[in-house]
């Protein structure tokens, strides 16, 4: 369709979510509420530290750094003046079979950050690309090693890898997948490790637990067959679900599991990775070395599009000699501006102390967010550094959740709107039971763990007077 001149030339403020309702398709949106008069799109115009501000005026506490990205906060001049920069000098040049001096030094940094003989960096534009990529890669590296057979992945139930088709098929989320089945073959499913949620044989001993869910891993592989199994997939605390921490033990169970049966380790760090837990990789925090880190979201903090996949030495081996390469690759991984976002953003978080800072404040956010647990709706309070979700149950004794239809009037109907509307912007989430979740800038401090507290305390006790 065409648009009149005068609206695109001379846009007035106020038609913004008009105008994004006609012209704008957003990911994962039900446009619905759009047209029927009940919603109306949010218009972000601008972001200074952890606030964002709408095109009205209001602003909100940004308590999921937008998409689990903005790391080091909004408005930092210091990033957009190196990616202008960065612009002027050499605004583009691919990495195939060519370098640049940014994406060199991006990956020596990201190397140099990894955990173990993790050296090599494959830069991609965002996560889904970096989890597509590790697959790939672990599939062309046993076929190169005399491992051919070696192709299906195992990964975890409601885990989100992204969006591409085998990035899909690892994703543990039915409803993600059904539209566009079927989907890459010889991706096997096991359990999480959400505690709260564990079989009640387990509910009372995170290790016992944790070794249990690693143990499914080993089951999986001996039943698909070890010769037919490449690589499993994990997040290190994984997202979707809301935010559920390795149990003691769990991680290095699975790394020896692995072990045991040529399997690669992929941690997905996309979310992970870059102070969220703490440190650069959440791997580092809990000790254990995997073979592959798949990562994006932070290391930019946002200010331009970025993923990689960080793989071992053993794994680079055979592409080191002879006619070998890998087989794929993307126009933008390695983007001169993007590396030049990124290392902008990380000598921030070298200047700033910002893994220091999470670590220093970390126990205050938690016991910050336990406040809630006073609450009738707030069944369980998870997560690890700056990375937090709330499950909402209907009773907290016996951990009933939520059907459907009240899942649906309570996140969508009420919360979503609702915690936004009291001026914090975070995510009400149903891909698993019902969770409220938070990853904030890791600039702030207890004074917005106040804030963040006391908005949800009065928009989830309204929640439950009208449920
Ligand atoms: C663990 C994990 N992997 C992969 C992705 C996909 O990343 P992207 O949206 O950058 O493709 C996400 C996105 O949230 C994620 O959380």
């Known amino acids: 369709m065409t648009i009149s001149a005068q609206s695109f030339t001379e846009p007035g403020q106020d038609d913004l979510a008009d105008r994004a309702r006609d012209h704008l398709w957003m990911p994962f949106t039900r446009h619905s509420v759009y047209y029927d008069g009940t919603g109306h799109v949010p218009v972000i115009v601008k972001g200074e530290g952890a606030y964002i501000w709408d095109d009205q005026g209001n602003r909100y506490l940004d308590g999921l750094s937008g998409l689990f990205v903005v790391q080091a906060g909004h408005g930092r001049k210091e990033v957009g003046a190196a990616m202008a920069k960065q612009a002027e000098e050499l605004a583009f040049f691919p990495i195939w079979s060519y370098a640049h001096p940014r994406a060199i030094e991006l990956a020596e940094r990201l190397a140099h950050y990894a955990p173990g003989d993790l050296n090599r960096v494959f830069f991609t534009s965002g996560g889904g690309e970096a989890v597509e990529s590790a697959w790939k890669l672990a ?28 990035a899909l098929s690892i994703t543990g989320i039915p409803a993600a997948k059904i539209p566009f089945e079927p989907l890459v073959p010889g991706a096997v499913k096991v359990p999480n490790t959400n505690f709260y949620r564990a079989p009640e044989e387990y509910r009372h001993d995170e290790k016992t637990f944790g070794l249990w869910a690693a143990e499914r891993i ?16 994990l997040e290190p605390v994984q997202n979707s679900g809301g935010c559920f921490p390795p149990p003691p033990g769990y991680l290095e169970r699975v790394r020896e599991i692995c072990d045991q049966y040529d399997v690669l380790l992929v941690a997905d760090e996309t979310i992970t990775s870059f102070g969220r837990i703490g440190d650069m990789f959440a791997m580092n925090r809990f000790g254990v070395t995997p073979d592959i880190i798949t990562c994006a979201k932070g290391m930019t903090s946002g200010y331009a599009p970025m993923g990689a996949m960080i793989v071992s030495d053993r794994l680079f081996e055979p592409f080191k000699h002879g006619t070998n390469s890998f087989l794929h690759g993307y126009t933008w991984g390695g983007h001169p501006v993007g590396a030049a976002a990124a290392l902008a953003n990380l000598d921030i978080f070298e200047r700033e102390g910002i893994l220091q800072h999470v670590r220093d404040n970390e126990s205050g956010f938690r016991h910050t ?32 959740t939520f059907n459907d239809d009240e899942a649906e009037r309570l996140l969508r109907g009420f919360l979503s709107k609702a915690l936004f509307d009291a001026g914090l912007y975070c995510r009400a989430d149903d891909r698993g039971d019902p969770v409220v979740q938070l990853a904030p800038p890791l600039i702030i401090g207890q004074t917005e763990f106040d804030e963040i507290e006391q908005i949800l305390r009065s928009v989830l006790t309204e929640a439950w007077s009208i449920l």
Do not use: C, M, W
């Open 139 to 166: 599939k062309q590296f046993f076929k190169l090693t005399g491992q051919p057979t070696k192709h299906k992945v195992i990964s975890r139930n409601i885990a989100y890898h992204g969006t591409p088709h085998g």
């Open 218 to 233: 080993a089951e999986a592989i001996e039943f698909e067959g070890p010769e037919t199994v490449a690589a499993v997939f």
């Open 369 to 400: 967010l336990e406040k809630l647990t006073d609450l009738p709706i707030v069944g369980d309070v998870r997560g690890a550094g700056y990375f937090y979700g709330i499950e909402l149950v209907k009773d907290k004794v016996t951990r009933e």
